[in-house]
């Protein structure tokens, strides 16, 4: 079976400050990794993804995310965070081979002016 | 946008009504995908269509019954639901699914808020 682990339900952060979410997992075989955000009453909307290649990874809105094998890592980065930056973010996997996508809880980031 | 709708976005019924929730995408995609997202709890899957076929249920009570005519439509029919399955139901699409496309992106819709009283 596969995982995912936010292990913070909320993060806040100054604006202007850099910004750091915590994403865990847990699969078979190779892991692809992704994350999305969820503004208020609206749906979930892709990020960035990780299938192979460089660790690093860039997104949309100026996020990264590093993925780290050996810490079964891929946590989501912005240098300087923003107010509009507030909203729920969920990262999620899928093993390859495997048909679902599994998502973790999701940590609420808040921004503060 | 995402180019995902879904209607109604807000839903108020009671346990003994019926009542269907409707999904397009304007992507072109093959597969489609019903999700129930409570709050303090993970995503859950609940169906996963791939070119109009049903290819999982996720132990979804039978009082949500799924119909998807088209790679375009996914429908989420529900009779004599429950409190508990008050939500937010998500619907998703990809352009395929199954294990040779594992990394594709999922496209969501915003969702329909679902009270049940």
């Known amino acids: 079976a596969q995982s995912v682990a936010q292990p913070e339900d909320q993060v806040n952060v100054a604006e202007g400050n850099p910004l750091t979410v915590k994403c865990t997992y847990s699969?078979?075989?190779?892991?692809?990794l992704f994350w999305y955000v969820q503004y208020p009453n609206r749906g979930l909307q892709f990020l960035l993804k990780?299938?192979?290649?460089?660790?690093l990874v860039k997104g949309s809105y100026g996020f990264e995310a590093e993925f780290n094998k050996s810490q079964t890592s891929f946590h989501l980065k912005k240098p300087s965070a923003l107010v509009s930056d507030s909203a729920l973010y969920f990262c999620?996997?899928?093993?390859?081979?495997?048909?679902?996508?599994?998502f973790g809880t999701g940590t609420k980031l808040q921004v503060i002016p | 946008e995402t180019g995902v709708t879904q209607t109604p976005r807000h839903l108020v019924m009671g346990m003994t009504n019926k009542k269907s929730l409707k999904c397009e995408q304007h992507l072109g995609h093959n597969a489609m995908y019903w999700y129930k997202q409570s709050a303090k709890k993970p995503l859950e899957l609940m169906f996963v269509?791939?070119?109009?076929?049903?290819?999982e249920n996720n132990s979804v009570p039978s009082r949500f019954s799924p119909e998807c005519p088209n790679s375009s439509h996914l429908f989420l029919h529900l009779h004599t639901l429950q409190p508990e399955d008050s939500a937010l139901y998500l619907c998703a699409s990809s352009s395929k699914t199954g294990g040779n496309s594992p990394g594709e992106t999922q496209y969501f819709g915003p969702g329909t808020r679902l009270l049940v009283l």
């Open positions: 999620a996997v899928r093993g390859g081979g495997y048909q679902k996508v599994t």
């Open positions: 699969v078979s075989g190779n892991p692809y």
């Open positions: 990780y299938i192979t290649g460089d660790n």
């Open positions: 269509y791939n070119f109009k076929e049903q290819t």
